[in-house]
């Protein structure tokens, strides 16, 4: 009996000492190189991929921009791991940036390998530049935080994010290719003159490539229509300006024939900071939802046009039409579809009014 129980202590024991070496294959974090910006364009079928990553030094950390060629996204990083002495982790990127031309002639391949290599987080935020790729990489180098975290703090709600810049991940960007009924939107940056970057507004993605593009105040409207906040946004108009405290958004969707109706509310409050000559609330109240009402229409008939639904007006009639037909919203009911976007504005109070005449 005690020979069975030491054979059985023993087999145990040994098979403990297969699982808790489970991770031999995991390499010490001193041998891994931790690029937190991936720069993905395209020339003459290749890939051109640039990395940046904080090297640490003696007295502070400085930044490096490591650029390689090859076939495919993975060939150029390994290529990187191979002529350096520590091994790339890419799950450590937090941002990444594609070229224009490239999310032009479409980002499908690319993204469904990142989402089945998991080699890239499906949370890394998606931009795409409109800039040389050489030169803004040149410039993200002359970056004054040493950790490289200023395109990061770009786009992070706490730091530098304002709500005329579009948030898009990896997997919102994945899903959007694969969706009947959502499309996406990426921010477009370019280089600053005074700053690290400029938002120039949003790419228009559908079925994963880009087919046109929305201005800043249109990405504005994108965000309140998909209920992100607008909170802190200072709106312009002719007789002043107002913050943006808050905003809801209401729908109401329905088939009328066969033809989709969706009526859409999006109500602001609204503190007034500055106004020109003596205008009413009221009449400020008015100036304000006509101008967003007619930027909303413009950029929808832009869309609708386009039949890219980066609104994701379609997710109102999934439960309206069948899954055989869901197939056809874009092309046969999302080109139809009526909206009726209205805008109501409460001005809460006065705020620092400074009273200024022509």
């Not at 129980?5 to 070496?21: E, G």
């Not at 909303?296 to 609708?304: G, P, R, V």
Request: charged share 25%; net charge negative; with cysteine.
């Amino acid at each position: 009996m005690r020979k069975i129980k030491s054979t059985i202590t023993i087999t145990i024991i040994s098979l403990l000492s297969f699982i808790l070496s489970g991770c031999w294959d995991n390499k010490d974090i001193n041998h891994r190189v931790m690029p937190v910006v991936l720069g993905i364009s395209k020339e003459n079928e290749k890939f051109n991929i640039f990395l940046q990553i904080p090297q640490p030094t003696k007295d502070t950390i400085k930044t490096e921009i490591v650029i390689e060629t090859g076939n495919t996204v993975n060939e150029a990083v390994d290529k990187i791991s191979a002529n350096m002495e520590s091994s790339v982790d890419l799950h450590h990127v937090k941002v990444i940036i594609i070229e224009e031309e490239l999310a032009e002639e479409g980002l499908k391949d690319l993204f469904s390998g990142f989402m089945r290599s998991t080699d890239v987080s499906s949370r890394a935020i998606v931009a795409i530049c409109s800039d040389d790729f050489d030169q803004f990489f040149s410039k993200i180098k002359q970056s004054e935080q040493p950790e490289g975290t200023d395109l990061l703090d770009y786009f992070e709600k706490d730091a530098g994010w304002t709500p005329h810049v579009a948030l898009t991940r990896v997997w919102q960007v994945y899903r959007s290719i694969h969706s009947y009924t959502r499309d996406v939107a990426i921010p477009i940056l370019r280089m600053g003159e005074t700053t690290l970057v400029e938002q120039v507004g949003s790419a228009v993605i559908k079925n994963g490539k880009m087919v046109d593009h929305i201005d800043s105040e249109e990405t504005l409207l994108f965000n309140a229509f998909n209920d992100q906040s607008t909170q802190g946004k200072i709106s312009v108009m002719n007789n002043g300006s107002v913050l943006i405290i808050g905003n809801t958004m209401e729908h109401e969707s329905k088939f009328i024939n066969g033809v989709p109706f969706l009526k859409s509310k999006l109500k602001l409050k609204v503190t007034v900071l500055e106004t020109k000559g003596n205008p009413s609330d009221e009449e400020l109240k008015l100036e304000l939802e006509m101008q967003l009402k007619t930027q909303f229409d413009e950029m929808f008939t832009k869309l609708q046009t386009n039949k890219a639904d980066i609104l994701g007006i379609g997710q109102f009639y999934r439960n309206k039409i069948s899954r055989k037909e869901l197939k056809n919203w874009r092309t046969e009911y999302y080109p139809k579809l009526s909206l009726n976007f209205q805008v109501l504005v409460d001005i809460q109070n006065s705020g620092d009014l400074k009273l200024r005449s022509d």
